[in-house]
Antibody
């Protein structure tokens, strides 16, 4: 059974960089047809997709966060990681990692689809 | 703010049918498949519907998805107390080249 687990500092100060790692077990991060993504939920708000990465390093990012986000993969450790720079209180959220399907559209393009496996999530407060 | 709009809440009594709408555009729902997630407080979201109307293994057939034009719907028939949760639609957005979630709908079982 595929399992994902987020890890990282429990608290980040404003203006600093938030760093999280997702460790995948029970399967290979180098699987074809899947990207590996980050999703967050600020307190009292809805889900927000942050970005996703393929094992080759190809990425998609949420345009609203793109200038501050970097996602990278370490296939040797079966891990992928998130860095979010210049954080503010608005970045306080539960951060989830997940496996996201990657499909080919009949219209001639690839697209990201459902997140079928999720980590348990980790709350990252941004506070001084 | 999300480009997929859902009603903030929906409710029903046990056994009733509840429908949740998700309104988008030609750049997302109109041209791509829709996914639905169930999110219980304190747990990870769960993929409920993929490919607009397909259920992953283990999801009861009480849950069904559909799409018409630039809108999608999730129907819960035979509502049960354990269905009380937040529900989100999601889809690929062509021009943004990103995955977008809906605003979310809280379902209450009366």
């Amino acid at each position: 059974q595929l399992q994902l687990q987020e890890s990282g500092p429990g608290l980040v100060k404003p203006s600093e960089t938030l760093s999280l790692t997702c460790t995948v077990s029970g399967g290979s991060i180098s699987s074809s047809s899947y990207y590996w993504g980050w999703i967050r939920q600020p307190p009292g708000k809805g889900l927000e997709w942050i970005g996703s990465i393929y094992y080759s390093g190809s990425t998609y990012y949420n345009p609203s966060l793109k200038s501050r986000v970097t996602i990278f993969v370490d296939t040797s450790k079966n891990q992928f990681s998130l860095k979010l720079s210049s954080v503010t209180a608005a970045d306080t959220a539960v951060y989830y990692c997940g496996r996201q399907r990657y499909d080919y559209h009949s219209g001639g393009y690839y697209y990201l689809s459902g997140v079928d496996y999720w980590g348990q999530g980790t709350l990252v407060p941004v506070s001084s | 703010q999300s480009v997929l709009t859902q009603p903030p809440s929906a409710s029903g009594t046990p056994g009733q049918r509840v429908t949740i709408s998700c309104s988008g555009s030609s750049s997302n729902i109109g041209s791509n498949i829709v996914n639905w997630y169930q999110h219980l407080p304190g747990t990870a979201p769960k993929l409920l519907i993929y490919g607009t109307n397909q259920r992953p293994s283990g999801v009861p057939d009480r849950f069904s998805g559909s799409k018409s034009g630039t809108s999608a719907s999730l129907a819960i028939s035979g509502l049960q107390s354990e269905d009380e949760a937040d529900y989100y639609c999601a889809a690929w957005h062509d021009s943004l080249k990103g995955y977008v979630f809906g605003t979310g709908t809280k379902v209450t079982v009366l």
